[in-house]
């Protein structure tokens, strides 16, 4: 064997394994998962380390083409990896947009030349992101994109959803829904409630979410088709699709760290970094994630990493784009609210960070199976740090969670059976 990951805490919960082991890496693949394996090649000790398989984040934001100042595939999958993920799924807001087969092979060439995280394409519905028009869809999924969605631009015909609900299908994949009916925002900034009347600012109904997650979840359940929900955020949205997956419907939800572990308390001050899509919502809502986490409403953690430069973020409320920059908070902002606060085992927070997301998605990963891909994160669950977006890998610094104490870092990653984190710094492809 190559490589020999030695007395690690494996938590690997698509095998139900919570547990001391070694785990062999040879020809890029899992070789062998034992309590103890011979060393035929090198030895990494991670003894008080969980070792897990690869987190998967199912919605980030790469920006390339057409926004490289903001991200591109290169700084983003070394966030990526800086943050324990193996695999990341980039949205189609690009510009041009993701919408054809150029623009998919860029993508996937530029991650080939980065060599760190794996990039799965997700492609847009429809062309321009504009609601009107689908997507050849059959050949985007040729090219490699595992699912379609407009995220950013919510589809606001339900015809227009129901015809891509049913063309994905079409094509083994399905639709994430943006829930947002647009006519209900009524150029809000930020929930609507009493932060908002406070700060003067004008507020944003959870009705806007909550009307479209229902329609997505009716055309769901009528057609017997597959939809995603992404990053929902309220109360309401998560009964909603409680009440569907209960008839059978099927459904996929995902929500993110911020809804996990911000409220609208984080817009006190008018900081643009505060300001996203979703907007943050109250401590209800914030606890109502965690409650649909727990009883199965919602499926998965995704980041919904949105980086920014610092110019459109420093600037007044109203004037801030949305978005977190989140790949490298999300392991340990989700562990410290759902784990240290006992609500939640290590190992249900790696089936909603990476064996779930895998699932979803039909990926290879997710797991540490003798044979599967050697796509592995080692984890220091103890490691304290303060979270400083001047030392994000990626190029948005914008986080509402800066200066927060937290507990948990990847300390290294391998992607293939290839080592891309060592001792929590990015290795520089040889």
């Not at 609208?264 to 008018?270: K, P, R, T, V, W």
């Not at 973020?313 to 908070?329: C, D, H, P, R, Y």
Request: some cysteine.
């Amino acid at each position: 064997m190559d490589v020999i990951l030695r007395g690690g805490r494996v938590v690997d919960p698509a095998n139900h394994v919570d547990a001391v082991m070694d785990i062999g890496i040879e020809n890029g693949r899992i070789a062998a998962v034992a309590p103890h394996l011979e060393a035929e090649g090198a030895v990494l000790d991670a003894g008080g380390m969980w070792v897990t398989p690869g987190l998967i984040d199912m919605h980030v934001h790469l920006r390339e083409p057409g926004y490289e100042y903001k991200e591109d595939v290169a700084s983003g999958t070394r966030a990526a990896v800086a943050g324990g993920f193996t695999s990341v799924c980039c949205m189609a807001n690009t510009n041009p947009v993701a919408d054809n087969a150029a623009v998919v092979r860029l993508i996937l060439e530029r991650a080939r030349q980065s060599g760190m995280a794996r990039v799965y394409p997700i492609g847009a519905a429809t062309k321009g992101l504009k609601g009107q028009e689908l997507t050849e869809m059959g050949e985007l999924a040729q090219e490699g994109c595992v699912a379609f969605s407009d995220d950013g631009k919510p589809i606001q015909s339900g015809q227009t959803m129901r015809l891509a609900m049913v063309y994905a299908g079409a094509f083994g994949r399905f639709i994430i829904s943006h829930a947002e009916e647009v006519s209900l925002l009524a150029d809000g900034l930020m929930n609507e409630g009493v932060t908002s009347t406070v700060l003067g600012l004008k507020g944003i109904t959870r009705a806007a979410e909550e009307a479209m997650v229902a329609r997505d979840c009716i055309l769901s359940h009528t057609l017997g088709l597959r939809v995603h929900i992404a990053h929902v955020s309220t109360r309401g949205a998560a009964d909603i699709i409680r009440h569907y997956k209960a008839l059978g419907a099927p459904i996929t939800a995902e929500t993110a760290p911020h809804y996990l572990c911000g409220t609208e308390e984080m817009c006190m001050g008018y900081s643009g970094n505060a300001r996203v899509n979703p907007p943050l919502r109250t401590e209800d809502d914030r606890q109502a994630m965690l409650e649909a986490l727990l009883d199965g409403t919602i499926d998965a953690i995704a980041s919904d990493h949105a980086p920014h430069h610092r110019d459109e973020k420093q600037v007044e409320f109203a004037l801030a784009a949305n978005g977190i920059s989140g790949l490298e908070t999300s392991f340990a902002l989700c562990k410290g609210a759902l784990v240290d606060s006992a609500m939640a085992t290590p190992a249900q927070l790696i089936g909603w960070m990476s064996a779930r997301p895998a699932a979803i998605l039909g990926l290879e990963g997710g797991t540490l199976s003798p044979g599967a891909p050697a796509d592995i994160a080692v984890f220091d669950p103890d490691m304290a740090w303060k979270i400083d977006p001047e030392a994000f890998y990626s190029r948005g610094h914008n986080t509402p969670f800066a200066g927060r104490e937290v507990a948990g870092k990847p300390l290294h990653v391998f992607v293939g059976g290839r080592q891309v984190l060592q001792n929590g710094k990015v290795m520089e492809r040889g």
